[in-house]
């Protein structure tokens, strides 16, 4: 990200690999993905949350991680957490809602009569809309 020049204007974090101001994933909140690499491989999944700045995403119950915790007055004997870990956008893929298949996505400024489509996101496979939060 550009300079920090207001309190309205996110910092830049440690793990802030990108420059842009805004940056548009191909993976929203609510789709369903399907794990193309890795331990999960195979497995499709409901996205919880996206990191932007780290290009990453968490899926519902996939790449389970041990969280260790320190004792403390909330927790006496300390423990041991199960919890969901983010991964890089680029090991998930999109799972179509027309087709049911995972694909790439496009997207379209405007349809074939020239109306606006809003940036409408599209399978590459079978040029349905692909559906999940949002427009």
Sequence with gaps: MSTYDGRFMLKPKAGDTTSRERIILDVR???????????????KGKVLRTIPHKRQVVVQNLNYIWKHLRRSQQNPQGGRLHKEAPL??????????????????????KDEKGESLRGQRFCRKCDGPVSGKGK
């Design 88 to 109: 890089p956008i680029s090991r998930v893929m999109v799972v179509c809602q027309s087709c049911g298949e995972p694909s790439r996505v496009y997207r379209k400024r």
């Design 29 to 43: 909140t609510d789709d369903e993905v399907m794990i193309i690499r890795g331990d999960d491989q195979g497995k």
